[in-house]
């Protein structure tokens, strides 16, 4: 419930002479009230000084119905309607106001404020001018005087804003309509003219910014939802433009524009929900085919081809495809070098071709741009274990194998260099001191690379042959693995 302070609160910075208590003055007024509409009155003004602006108003708009001729009755609802922020309900009742009661110059005054934020300051000025004539008094004089002032301040600044716009000078049109529209804030053609400066200078997104403004503003308006949709859409936002028109085609499922825009959409965006079904399900192949047809749906959109590189990147490297994931990812941080996505994704397919140095340069630029990334730190140390291990003993090397190679590749390619290096094949005691050495080493990379708590724990970093030598375990992996 809306407790009386908050809305003494609300009443201050929608009422300059905070009419609510100008209201209550008026208990006496000579209305000519039946009995029934002055307890809906009295009702209403208990009901509003203790924030039950909706019963209020319900109480206040029985009183207009009950007496249509009551001015009292249409400004204590004009009083709720501006507490609840409803100015455009409560501008037709001060007019009402007005036409019952000419020298009502509280309401007249707030009016001309209203009309002054909407930005109609050929009315707003008429209202002021009718209150300096009406034998105001001196707070009502003063204020009327100010905002004469103001308004024709403001007709100065939009003939300057129209004139540098006319004249393309986009920068010094937005500078002229940022002072209007500190005033008449709810003028939604300022507001449209300002998003096309922003628009022309580049800065889509404080374009949308005023066109949702202007959407709310002026109703019905079919323009300003088609023009942020349109503006998502350049921006790669698929699913905020595709929200967008749909208001659009709300108001009216003929438009031709909004129509043919969302077809588009739509079939983009069910593109790209299908690509990333298929990306959580680990269907890369297929993942990677929708990207490329969205990349031939929308090809003059560079946000849709440079996203969907992204992502045929990213597939690459989790399908373990390590050539096409580097090329994919190159090409996006060809475009933005500051791409973590691309970064992250372009390390691990450099892991996979153990080029290590790379992996840790691309993991270092990624973890300056996103520090606290658990993902990049623990990328990056990996990296690091390996780079480090590559200098030692590294058993996909001795096995000649890649790093994702399969067990059946491993056992293959043991059992052949097995034979080659087995020490009864060598007869000269050098030659066989040497066979027994490599044989070893054969013999140890098939144990750790054909056992997948081992094999993890080498691709982590870890050679578990050391750890189970310091524990003392196993023997020597040349006679555990000599009739293998």
């Given at each position: 419930?809306v407790?009386p302070?908050?809305?003494?609160?609300?009443?201050g910075s929608?009422?300059?002479?905070?009419?609510?208590?100008?209201?209550l003055?008026?208990?006496?007024?000579?209305c000519?009230?039946?009995?029934?509409?002055?307890?809906?009155?009295?009702?209403?003004?208990?009901?509003?000084?203790?924030?039950?602006?909706?019963?209020?108003?319900s109480q206040?708009?029985a009183?207009?119905?009950?007496?249509p001729?009551?001015?009292?009755?249409?400004?204590?609802?004009?009083?709720?309607?501006?507490?609840?922020?409803?100015?455009?309900?409560?501008?037709?009742d001060?007019?009402?106001?007005?036409?019952?009661?000419?020298d009502?110059?509280?309401?007249?005054?707030q009016?001309?404020?209203?009309?002054?934020?909407?930005?109609k300051l050929?009315?707003a000025e008429?209202?002021?001018k009718?209150?300096l004539?009406s034998?105001?008094?001196e707070?009502e004089?003063?204020?009327?005087q100010?905002?004469?002032?103001?308004?024709?301040?403001?007709?100065?600044?939009?003939s300057q804003?129209?004139d540098?716009?006319?004249?393309s000078?986009?920068?010094?049109?937005?500078t002229?309509?940022?002072?209007?529209?500190?005033?008449?804030?709810?003028?939604?053609?300022?507001?449209?003219?300002?998003?096309?400066?922003?628009?022309?200078?580049?800065?889509?997104?404080?374009?949308?910014?005023d066109?949702?403004?202007?959407?709310?503003?002026?109703?019905?308006?079919t323009e300003?939802?088609?023009?942020?949709?349109t503006?998502?859409y350049?921006?790669g936002?698929h699913?905020?433009?595709l929200?967008e028109?749909?208001?659009?085609?709300?108001?009216?499922q003929?438009?031709?524009?909004?129509?043919a825009?969302?077809?588009?959409v739509k079939?983009?965006?069910?593109?790209?929900?299908?690509?990333e079904?298929?990306?959580?399900?680990?269907?890369?192949?297929?993942?990677i085919?929708?990207?490329?047809?969205?990349?031939k749906?929308?090809?003059?959109?560079?946000?849709?081809t440079?996203?969907?590189?992204?992502?045929?990147?990213?597939?690459?490297?989790k399908?373990?495809?390590p050539?096409?994931?580097?090329?994919?990812c190159s090409e996006?941080?060809?475009?933005?070098?500051?791409?973590?996505?691309?970064?992250?994704?372009?390390a691990?397919?450099?892991l996979?071709?153990?080029?290590?140095d790379?992996?840790?340069q691309?993991y270092e630029?990624?973890?300056?741009?996103?520090?606290?990334?658990?993902?990049?730190r623990?990328?990056?140390?990996?990296?690091?274990?390996l780079?480090?291990?590559?200098?030692?003993?590294?058993?996909?090397?001795?096995l000649?194998?890649?790093?994702?190679?399969?067990?059946?590749e491993?056992?293959k390619?043991?059992r052949?260099?097995?034979?080659?290096?087995h020490?009864?094949?060598?007869q000269?005691?050098?030659?066989?001191?040497?066979?027994?050495k490599?044989?070893i080493?054969?013999a140890a990379?098939?144990?750790?690379?054909?056992?997948?708590?081992?094999r993890?724990?080498?691709?982590?970093g870890?050679?578990?042959l050391?750890?189970?030598?310091?524990?003392g375990?196993?023997?020597s992996p040349?006679?555990r693995?000599?009739?293998s």
């Amino acid at each position: 419930m809306v407790t009386p302070s908050s809305v003494t609160s609300r009443l201050g910075s929608v009422f300059p002479f905070l009419l609510v208590l100008v209201d209550l003055q008026y208990e006496g007024a000579e209305c000519g009230v039946n009995a029934d509409v002055e307890k809906h009155l009295e009702l209403g003004k208990k009901l509003l000084a203790a924030g039950q602006l909706a019963d209020a108003l319900s109480q206040f708009h029985a009183a207009v119905d009950g007496d249509p001729d009551n001015y009292v009755a249409y400004y204590r609802r004009a009083t709720v309607f501006l507490a609840m922020g409803k100015s455009k309900a409560a501008l037709p009742d001060l007019t009402k106001v007005i036409e019952l009661k000419m020298d009502f110059t509280a309401a007249r005054l707030q009016r001309g404020h209203l009309l002054l934020k909407q930005g109609k300051l050929d009315e707003a000025e008429d209202d002021f001018k009718k209150v300096l004539k009406s034998n105001p008094s001196e707070n009502e004089e003063k204020e009327a005087q100010s905002q004469l002032t103001k308004s024709d301040e403001m007709q100065r600044l939009r003939s300057q804003a129209l004139d540098a716009f006319e004249s393309s000078d986009y920068t010094a049109a937005i500078t002229f309509l940022d002072k209007i529209l500190e005033v008449c804030v709810w003028d939604a053609e300022l507001r449209e003219l300002r998003a096309e400066c922003f628009i022309k200078e580049g800065e889509p997104r404080k374009a949308i910014s005023d066109l949702k403004a202007a959407s709310k503003l002026k109703n019905d308006n079919t323009e300003a939802f088609y023009k942020i949709s349109t503006l998502y859409y350049q921006l790669g936002d698929h699913e905020l433009s595709l929200s967008e028109v749909r208001e659009c085609l709300k108001l009216d499922q003929d438009h031709k524009r909004c129509f043919a825009h969302y077809k588009q959409v739509k079939k983009l965006n069910k593109l790209i929900e299908s690509a990333e079904e298929l990306i959580r399900d680990g269907r890369y192949t297929d993942a990677i085919s929708k990207y490329e047809s969205v990349m031939k749906t929308e090809p003059s959109v560079s946000e849709y081809t440079i996203r969907s590189k992204e992502r045929i990147c990213h597939c690459f490297s989790k399908d373990e495809k390590p050539v096409e994931a580097i090329r994919v990812c190159s090409e996006v941080l060809n475009t933005e070098p500051d791409n973590v996505n691309a970064l992250k994704d372009r390390a691990e397919a450099y892991l996979i071709e153990e080029m290590y140095d790379e992996a840790i340069q691309d993991y270092e630029t990624a973890q300056e741009h996103n520090e606290n990334d658990q993902q990049i730190r623990e990328g990056l140390e990996k990296a690091q274990r390996l780079l480090k291990q590559s200098q030692k003993r590294d058993y996909y090397k001795i096995l000649g194998v890649k790093r994702n190679a399969k067990k059946q590749e491993i056992i293959k390619a043991y059992r052949k260099l097995a034979l080659q290096w087995h020490p009864d094949n060598f007869q000269n005691e050098e030659e066989k001191k040497k066979a027994e050495k490599k044989f070893i080493d054969i013999a140890a990379a098939k144990e750790v690379l054909s056992d997948p708590e081992m094999r993890k724990k080498f691709d982590d970093g870890e050679d578990p042959l050391d750890a189970e030598s310091q524990q003392g375990g196993g023997g020597s992996p040349f006679h555990r693995s000599w009739n293998s």
